[in-house]
């Protein structure tokens, strides 16, 4: 998105953000492309308000919100949401959340709401954006209801082929996380490491799968490392360490800020990383 330039913003009417930020505080990936979100909104309105849901205070550090920002938190909050979004001056600016959008069944409702934001927002003469999105689980009328605010949107980005299709509009762009900017991390020769995480959730990779990966570490000569970037992945990882005789690298009590940092600089030292998880593998292809 363009930025409003400072220097003008003063002859020009006054104007307001929206900018939807909910996410778990333990996942470092779903902070990651809540804060390049964030960084898209930044300076394009007088105003900033900022919706993040259910989450603790720890997320709104990992996001790195302005102090001037008006913050809405609990569900509670969503009335305040709509009453600003409906007497804010003209042109205001709705940022949706890049990521997974589920839309099964029971979504319909959701999506109506989100369809009403983006009418009040057109009608106003403002500017909805929709940055790079994958759809998840599509079914009526959530689908049909989703396209239509999309189509409505004047920038409607996807992140997969798969989900540009099935939303018939917009356009594919990379993923919002590759905002970050790329690292330097160390020459090709100096990475000693493979790196693996698995989503705790699915079930564990068999022994073929599990002999591959060893071979695969002892050809490169690297040693085996399991990290976490998810805290519910954490279990997973002791496991997978024991299981691929490597090492394992817990996230216990550090600090989620501190956790992302330590991640990145491990995929900075890393030769091959192997997950399920996209935001891993985006994280590391930047390193």
Same mark, same amino acid.
């Given at each position: 998105?363009?930025?409003?330039? !400072?220097?003008?913003?003063?002859?020009?009417?006054?104007?307001?953000?929206?900018?939807?930020?909910?996410? @778990?505080?333990?996942?470092?990936?779903?902070?990651?492309?809540?804060?390049? =979100?964030?960084?898209? !909104?930044?300076?394009?309105?007088?105003? /900033?308000?900022?919706? =993040?849901?259910?989450? *603790?205070?720890?997320?709104? #550090?990992?996001?790195?919100? @302005?102090? $001037?920002?008006?913050?809405?938190? =609990?569900?509670?909050?969503?009335? &305040?949401?709509?009453?600003?979004?409906?007497?804010?001056?003209?042109?205001?600016?709705?940022?949706? $959340?890049?990521?997974?959008?589920?839309?099964?069944?029971?979504?319909?409702?959701?999506?109506?709401?989100?369809?009403? $934001?983006?009418?009040?927002?057109?009608?106003?003469?403002?500017?909805?954006?929709?940055? @790079? &999105?994958?759809?998840?689980?599509?079914?009526?009328?959530?689908?049909?209801?989703?396209?239509?605010?999309?189509?409505?949107?004047?920038?409607?980005?996807?992140?997969?082929?798969?989900?540009?299709?099935?939303?018939?509009?917009?356009?594919?762009? *990379?993923?919002?996380?590759?905002?970050?900017?790329?690292?330097?991390?160390?020459?090709?020769?100096? #990475? @000693? $490491? /493979?790196?693996?995480?698995? &989503?705790?959730?699915?079930?564990?990779?068999?022994?073929?799968? /599990?002999?591959?990966?060893?071979?695969?570490?002892?050809?490169?000569?690297?040693?085996?490392?399991?990290?976490?970037?998810?805290?519910?992945?954490?279990?997973?990882?002791?496991?997978?360490?024991?299981?691929?005789?490597? +090492?394992? +690298?817990?996230?216990?009590?550090?600090?989620?800020?501190?956790?992302?940092? &330590?991640?990145?600089?491990?995929?900075?030292?890393?030769?091959?990383?192997?997950?399920?998880?996209?935001?891993?593998?985006?994280?590391?292809?930047?390193?």
């Amino acid at each position: 998105m363009r930025r409003r330039d !400072s220097r003008s913003s003063k002859a020009s009417r006054a104007t307001r953000t929206f900018v939807s930020l909910t996410g @778990p505080a333990g996942n470092i990936g779903d902070a990651l492309i809540r804060r390049e =979100t964030l960084e898209w !909104s930044m300076g394009t309105s007088d105003e /900033l308000v900022a919706y =993040t849901g259910d989450a *603790p205070d720890v997320w709104l #550090r990992q996001l790195g919100l @302005p102090a $001037e920002a008006i913050v809405l938190r =609990t569900k509670k909050s969503v009335p &305040r949401w709509l009453r600003l979004l409906v007497l804010a001056p003209r042109r205001p600016v709705l940022v949706f $959340e890049a990521g997974e959008i589920p839309l099964d069944r029971g979504n319909g409702l959701r999506e109506l709401v989100f369809l009403v $934001e983006t009418l009040i927002v057109r009608l106003k003469g403002g500017i909805v954006v929709r940055p @790079p &999105r994958g759809i998840r689980a599509p079914s009526q009328p959530a689908l049909a209801i989703h396209r239509l605010a999309a189509r409505l949107s004047q920038v409607t980005l996807w992140r997969d082929e798969a989900t540009l299709r099935t939303a018939r509009c917009g356009r594919l762009a *990379p993923d919002i996380g590759f905002s970050a900017g790329s690292r330097l991390g160390l020459p090709w020769g100096e #990475r @000693p $490491e /493979l790196l693996v995480s698995l &989503r705790g959730a699915r079930p564990l990779p068999d022994a073929d799968w /599990l002999a591959a990966v060893r071979e695969a570490a002892e050809r490169a000569g690297l040693s085996i490392r399991t990290v976490v970037q998810v805290r519910e992945d954490e279990s997973r990882a002791r496991e997978l360490a024991q299981l691929l005789g490597g +090492e394992f +690298e817990a996230w216990g009590d550090t600090d989620p800020l501190a956790q992302e940092e &330590r991640l990145r600089q491990r995929y900075d030292a890393a030769r091959i990383v192997i997950s399920d998880r996209m935001h891993v593998l985006v994280l590391a292809a930047l390193s």
